[in-house]
């Protein structure tokens, strides 16, 4: 059966934003397919790949400058909830050629919520980051991923490169360019997008190599080291143990860090501090100084007045520092310059000064 995409204006009947309208739950009529011309988005041209037999639907925004498809599934294990292992895709309405041929090959960021391996699900603010990315030009993925403790490591990476792996396969289904994909991850979230990118068995489960992945953007992650994470604080060791189990043999094998290696195609990275957090300084930049000796760019700055909830919270706020800095790296990475670039934009890139406690390097 081939797979269909359909379309619901979630703003019209449920009268609020969009996606928030979406992520509410608030109740919709049946979808109905959207016709492009003589083209329906029920093809497998655009929208759920052709074979795949499921239905994509897609939500547009009142503006029309943004579509999205929701609750894509890109694993499915025995025993887990559906919904554990899905995603949205949030692009540019250009991608489906509504006022002109339709957009392809744009670069497409991946984000892995954060909440301790334990909590937290993809929509936690996919709606507010949503128009930074897609206003630069790109497609914004957010998936959920089977959580701890009834899910032990490593559900939680296999979820990850999993998502990677479909999104990659995928991408030109939704306007997306597959040699454009990067993962990005906030705190629990950062330690998963870093295993998936430096450690070469998860991504290798599924026959691919880490030069799949264009760039690594992590945020604020403190847990690149399990083993120094549990000594950092009290109560480390108690979160850990129902994600890692009680094997420190484990704990160090789910460190990043020690998985970075010389020749293994690691993408470059760029590591974001929140200058409040004192427990993220001094692992990122261990994780940054693995990397560089390993020959991988990597490029970390220091933000002194967020914190790890604000940093998170802000990421997609028009002139967002640390935003700004992951729009001009995936336009880089990429090679696309970004689209709309904030007025009165100056260089060097908007960074504040390292605080003393954590000297990471910035540009």
Known sequence: MKARARSVDLARWCGGAWLVAALQGC??????????????????ALGAPDGDGFVAPMVRSPDGAMCGWLDLPYAQVDGANPAAQS???IAPSSVIGEAGPPVRGLPLVLFVHGGGWQTGEKRGAIERRAPAFCGAGFLLASINYRL???WKHPAQVRDTAAAICWL???????GGDPDALFVMGHSAGAHLAALASVDPRWLGEHERALSLIRGQILIDGSAYDVIDRSDDRPGAV?????????DVDQWADASPVN????GNGIPPALLLVAGRNPDSGNATKKLADALKAAGVRAETAIFPNKTHGSIARELGAPGDPPTLWILDFVAEMSGRPRLNPPPGRVAPKPVDAAPPQAKAETR
């Open 148 to 150: 701890a403790p009834e």
């Open 27 to 44: 109740a919709a009529p049946p979808p109905v397919p959207l016709r492009v011309g003589v083209t329906t988005l029920a093809s497998p």
């Open 168 to 174: 990659h396969d995928h991408a030109r289904a939704f």
């Open 238 to 246: 108690e979160m850990m143990k129902p994600v890692f189990g009680d």
């Open 87 to 89: 995603l949205d895709l």
């Open 259 to 262: 998985h970075v290696a010389a």
